[in-house]
Each structure stands twice: as C-alpha cells, then as structure tokens.
C-alpha cells in the first residue's frame, strides 16, 4: 500500500480524523541512515506523528518540527513535517540497540529516556510558534498527545506504529484523532470514543492485517455519522538539502577556514543530518566563495 493520509470528520463535525501509512518512508529512513531496530521505531513513530500534525495547518509552506531530547542512549531525534506531506528527520545515535520491553515490543522509551518534546509551528507566515512539554514515557505515542492535550488543550488519541524486522520495514503509520469543543461537551460520545480507542490493538497489526486507513476509520467511527475526505494525500520522505545550500552553510565559514579547506584538504565533504546525503565541494567552489566573501567586504566599507 502507497504512504499515504486522509482526513476525515465525524460527530457533526466535533471529531477529526487522520490517518497516515508511512512504510516506504520509514523503510528509506531506515536505510539511508543505517537504523537499528529501536532506531528505526523511534524515528518511524515521530515522522507519522509529524506528518499528522502538519495535516492541520492551513497554508501551503506550513511546517512542524518535532525535536526530542532524552536521556537515553538514543540521544535525540529531529523530525521536519509540512502540510504539503513531506517529511524528513535523523536520530542522534542510529546504532544503538537495546533489548525488547517487558511486553516483548521494541523499548523505544529506553531508548529515548526521560527528557524533553520541543515543538515548533512554522504557520507559513509570522513568527514560528513554539512549545516545550516534558516526555511522559518516551515511546513517542504518548508524548505527543501528552503535548496536544496540555499546549493545544485538544482532547487527543493518538496511535502510531513501527513494524521493522530481518527484511525491513513491513508496516508502519499513526492515527489521530482529537475531540473538538462542541463535541467534547457531549460526555456519553467522549465515553464511548474513549473505550473503542481504548480497545484498538495498535496501529502496525491493522495494516498488517490488510486494512485500509478507510477501513479502520469505519471501524471506530462509521456510526458517528463519519465523513472520509474524497482526497487522498500521497507522502514521502524528502529533504530540501542541496549543493546550493551546502555552499552557502560553508560560505558562513569565513575565508580563513575555507582557505585551510583548500590547503588541506583540496575541497570540503559535507554530509546532510537529515537525509545522509553527501556532498562534495571542491576547492575551486571554495575558492569562489573566498572571492564572494571578499566582494561582499569591500562593498560594505
């Protein structure tokens, strides 16, 4: 099945719905920074959870960005999320393996450990909105809905998952669901929403038991008068970096270092965080940005 996310209403509108299958994504994470396992649970769960969140924003160049800070020997991880469903991100220690949790699941929060959800809303325009909540578990499913709840004050369930075996990754996606105002004042439909979720087995099982995003929205909400949007989005793992920009984090450098680059070492070799692409500038773009720089400097005196 494609990556994919869809929208959907129900409850006259009081409840809002998004699902996201993001297995071919997770999986090119996986192999472009060398995931381990938990590696690749922890980075998978927080893309989907990324893109579900950009799937609120109203402008087109809106983006989010999810950044974790633990304690754990995974260190941290860094997701970059947009409305128009692309997505990035990379963990501070991709090799790190650890033993399975006391559910004999990947212990992603071992991994992550106590620390810190950074948040920050790019709207597309303005100044960037940003917002700290302190980690409830670090298995990520949690902490997010930990932060929509207390930051956004948005009733909030969130599922996401990771299936990563000997073959790759075989399964992975989330799904939100959040109460709004006028029907979080409707304590029976609150209930009911509240012991359905309560009953869903995680999210990997369901794909991997073939349903459809469509399919699993019927199952919770097909008689609370659901509405799934005729749109279907199609995501992907994409990353903004390119030559132009690498060029132009060097040129921040200043001469003296990027002339030791040329003395040395005959160009610079710059690797992206994000991605794991590499670049290569050699020493006569160096040399351009050395005469850049000193252009630039006579101009302004």
């Known amino acids: 099945m494609a990556d994919q996310l869809i929208r959907a209403t129900a409850a006259d509108d009081g409840i809002r719905a998004v699902g996201v299958i993001t297995t071919r994504l997770t999986e090119e994470a996986r192999q472009r920074h060398r995931l381990s396992y938990v590696a690749t649970a922890a980075l998978g769960r927080t893309m989907s959870a990324g893109l ?27 997701v970059d999320a947009g409305l128009d469903g692309t997505v990035r991100g990379y963990v501070t220690n991709p090799g790190v393996e650890l033993p399975p949790n006391s559910k004999g699941k990947l212990d992603v929060g071992g991994a992550v450990g106590k620390g810190f959800l950074y948040v920050v809303r790019d709207m597309g325009y303005g100044y960037p909105y940003s917002s700290t909540v302190e980690l409830v578990s670090g298995e990520i499913g949690e902490d997010v809905t930990h932060y929509l709840v207390t930051s956004e004050q948005t009733p909030s369930a ?46 990997t099982p369901l794909l991997q038991a073939g349903q459809t995003l469509p399919d699993i929205f019927t199952d919770l909400l097909g008689d609370m008068g659901l509405k799934i949007f005729p749109q279907t989005q199609m995501v992907q793992f994409q990353c903004r970096c390119s030559i132009e920009r690498v060029l132009g984090a060097l040129k921040m450098l200043g001469q003296d270092e990027l002339q030791d680059m040329i003395e040395k070492d005959d160009g610079a070799e710059v690797t992206c965080d994000f991605c794991g ?21 006579g101009a302004s005196v």
């Open 52 to 78: 579900l969140l950009a799937s609120s924003m109203k402008q087109a160049e809106a983006r989010i960005n999810l950044r974790i800070r633990g304690d754990g020997p995974l260190q941290g991880i860094l």
């Open 158 to 203: 969130l599922a996401l998952g990771v299936f990563v075996g000997a073959q790759g990754v075989t399964a992975a996606g989330g799904l939100l669901i959040q109460v709004l105002p006028k029907a979080a004042q409707d304590p029976a439909l609150v209930e009911l929403l509240e012991s359905r979720l309560s009953h869903l087995q995680g999210f």
């Open 277 to 297: 692409e590499i670049y290569q500038a050699t020493s006569d773009q160096l040399g351009q940005l050395i005469d850049d720089l000193k252009t630039e400097a």
